[in-house]
């Protein structure tokens, strides 16, 4: 997949400008969904001109992509705790802590992933894949800590998993996918999965 062409930035912004930004864009996601955001409105919100936005960024996309990047918190990130259930727990409970927030910025951008392409694009190698390759480093240190069978299928299954369990909670009990629910769902479904 080609990597998405960054523009060449001229004017750098502070980071706490950046971050109010970030912060107006996500506001607006959460309020209008992805498709009624305009880069007039974050504008505005945000109390930036238009020139510098897409000075900075190359469009709404990229825009949001990256205030979603910037806001969101690390939800695999570099965890090791020794073990993997360790591992997933701790996932799990970062997860579980901004559910609420992360079901309600998903709302507002889900439909708009499947009719623009760029967005999807955008979304998967700024927010996905890392968070899958961090995913997939803790199952190599479990294989190489011999915890893990190296060729185990259900490992195949592990993003999907974990994705799955957070929305769908919300959809089939309108309850968030709270840490503690989580958790329950590591325990008694993705561990024994894994062979653990």
């Not at 949001?64 to 690390?74: G, H, I, P, S």
């Not at 997933?88 to 992360?102: C, K, P, T, W």
């Not at 995913?135 to 994705?163: H, Y």
């Given at each position: 997949?080609?990597?998405?062409?960054?523009?060449?930035?001229?004017?750098?912004?502070?980071?706490?400008?950046?971050?109010?930004?970030?912060?107006?864009?996500?506001?607006?996601?959460?309020?209008?969904?992805?498709?009624?955001?305009?880069?007039?409105?974050?504008?505005?919100?945000?109390?930036?001109?238009?020139?510098?936005?897409?000075?900075?960024?190359?469009?709404?996309?990229?825009?949001?992509?990256?205030?979603?990047?910037?806001?969101?918190?690390?939800?695999?990130?570099?965890?090791?705790?020794?073990?993997?259930?360790?591992?997933?727990?701790?996932?799990?409970?970062?997860?579980?802590?901004?559910?609420?927030?992360?079901?309600?910025?998903?709302?507002?951008?889900?439909?708009?992933?499947?009719?623009?392409?760029?967005?999807?694009?955008?979304?998967?190698?700024?927010?996905?894949?890392?968070?899958?390759?961090?995913?997939?480093?803790?199952?190599?240190?479990?294989?190489?800590?011999?915890?893990?069978?190296?060729n185990q299928p259900a490992t195949a299954f592990l993003p999907q998993a974990m994705l799955g369990a957070v929305v769908a909670r919300p959809l089939l009990?309108?309850?968030?996918?709270?840490?503690?629910?989580?958790?329950?769902?590591?325990?008694?479904?993705?561990?024994?999965?894994?062979?653990?």
């Amino acid at each position: 997949m080609p990597a998405l062409s960054h523009p060449v930035r001229r004017t750098r912004l502070a980071p706490e400008r950046e971050r109010e930004l970030y912060e107006a864009v996500m506001a607006l996601v959460c309020e209008v969904g992805y498709d009624a955001l305009t880069m007039d409105a974050v504008a505005t919100r945000a109390q930036a001109s238009k020139a510098t936005l897409y000075r900075q960024w190359n469009g709404k996309p990229e825009l949001v992509a990256t205030a979603l990047r910037e806001t969101k918190a690390v939800l695999v990130g570099e965890v090791d705790t020794g073990s993997l259930p360790g591992d997933l727990r701790e996932i799990v409970r970062r997860i579980g802590d901004h559910s609420a927030q992360n079901v309600s910025v998903m709302r507002g951008i889900g439909q708009a992933v499947e009719r623009n392409p760029e967005l999807g694009r955008a979304l998967r190698e700024s927010l996905i894949e890392p968070e899958v390759q961090a995913l997939r480093r803790i199952l190599a240190r479990a294989v190489a800590r011999g915890e893990l069978d190296e060729n185990q299928p259900a490992t195949a299954f592990l993003p999907q998993a974990m994705l799955g369990a957070v929305v769908a909670r919300p959809l089939l009990e309108d309850r968030p996918a709270d840490a503690a629910y989580l958790t329950r769902f590591v325990d008694e479904m993705v561990l024994p999965a894994l062979g653990l």
